[in-house]
Nanobody
Framework: QLQLVESGGGLVQPGGSLRLSCAAS????????VGWFRQAPGKEREGVSC????????WYADNVKGRVTISRDNANNMVYLQMDSLKPEDTAVYYC?????????????????WGQGTQVTVSS
C-alpha cells in the first residue's frame, strides 16, 4: 500500500526558495499521477501542481506558474516541488497526493493517497 511522506518545509524570507520532497513507500510512485496541494489557515485545500504518470506532462496553478517546478526522481521513488520567489501568500501546509492513474488532476477528490503535510512559512 502506497504511503507518502513530505519534507522540506520551513521558514523562508520573501523571495527565497524551498524544495519540497514527497517520498513514497509501499509502491512504485512512477506508476502514479502525483499532485501537490496546499492549505492555508481558514482556506480550502487547493491544487498547486501535478505531474502525469507516464508522459510526465505537468500542470501549475496560475498563482504559482513560473515560480514552481514539479519533477520526478524515479530511481529514488520521489517527487519534488521546487519553489522559488516565494511570497507571504504561499504560506500554507503543503501536501503531496497520488493516484493510480495516467493523468493527474488539480482537484482533491481525484486522489486517494495523501501525505501528512509539511509547513511552509514565508515571512520576513
Amino acid at each position: 500500500q502506497l504511503q507518502l511522506v513530505e519534507s522540506g518545509g520551513g521558514l523562508v524570507q520573501p523571495g527565497g526558495s524551498l524544495r519540497l520532497s514527497c517520498a513514497a513507500s509501499g509502491a512504485t510512485l512512477e506508476y502514479y499521477a502525483v499532485g501537490w496541494f496546499r492549505q492555508a489557515p481558514g482556506k480550502e485545500r487547493e491544487g498547486v501542481s501535478c505531474i502525469n504518470e507516464s508522459d510526465n506532462m505537468t500542470w501549475y496553478a496560475d498563482n504559482v506558474k513560473g515560480r514552481v517546478t514539479i519533477s520526478r526522481d524515479n530511481a529514488n521513488n520521489m517527487v519534488y516541488l521546487q519553489m522559488d520567489s516565494l511570497k507571504p501568500e504561499d504560506t500554507a501546509v503543503y501536501y503531496c497526493a497520488a493516484e493510480f492513474s495516467p493523468f493527474c488532476a488539480d482537484v482533491v477528490r481525484a486522489y486517494n493517497t495523501w501525505g501528512q503535510g509539511t509547513q511552509v512559512t514565508v515571512s520576513s
